[in-house]
């Protein structure tokens, strides 16, 4: 099990990245560099093993195809969460997740009740362009999306005007934190790609009204 006490100790001197990435009809700030490499090769290979990975299913043109990614969903009892017609239970919570929570939540200045984790095995993983607007996130829903593995390009696209669009690389161990109107005016997505990328693991903190 990853011990994060020693890793603090290691880490003391480092200094975290910030980077404001939306400013306008919202507000997104990255950190590229919240756990240190040590840190994020180890709760990659953590997560990797000990997650309860399932392959949900979507229906589209009137079948069931399976996600582009594999999903798990833990929380506290009785977060329950229902996006694009897939209802997830929450699993209890467990050790690594809650480490990783308690550390976001200091920078997030807000106590998350759940998490959504995605494992992307490859570059023809990816998620499609959608809001995080769900009702039981609430009106102005706090996000926190952890990144551990490859480098994938992560887009965002304003819904009302479709010329402003921007990308963004998250990186292994970086922290992308949403917030405010966020998800009332901007799309976002993982998009496929055709380079060979090694699995990448991303988990969305939220809060479940």
């Known amino acids: 099990m990853f011990d994060f006490k020693a890793a ?59 996600l582009p990614r594999l999903t798990a969903w833990y929380g506290d009892e009785g977060k329950s969460y ?56 609430g009106q102005n829903p706090i996000i926190g999306s952890v990144s551990f593995g490859s480098t994938r390009r992560f887009s965002f696209k304003h819904k009302q005007n479709k010329s402003q669009k921007i990308d963004i690389d998250l990186t292994h161990g970086s922290l992308l934190l949403m917030r405010g109107p966020t998800q009332h005016h901007w799309l976002h997505q993982v998009a496929k790609t055709a380079k060979i990328v090694t699995p990448r693991i991303n988990l969305t903190f939220r809060i479940i009204q």
């Open 8 to 66: 603090a100790i290691d880490r003391k001197d480092i200094i975290i990245q910030e980077k404001e990435i939306v400013s306008i009809d919202g507000e997104v700030i990255f950190y590229s560099n919240f756990f240190s490499t040590d840190e994020s090769d180890k709760l990659f290979s953590e997560l990797n093993s000990c997650i309860k990975w399932r392959q949900d299913k979507i229906q589209m043109f009137g079948k069931y195809l399976p």
């Open 82 to 137: 229902t996006y694009s017609g897939i209802v997830q239970h929450p699993s209890p919570w467990i050790s690594v997740l809650s480490q990783i929570k308690e550390r976001i939540e200091k920078t997030a200045e807000v106590s998350f009740n759940s998490v959504l984790l995605n494992l992307y095995r490859d570059g023809t993983n990816s998620v499609a362009w959608h809001s995080d607007d769900e009702s039981e996130l």
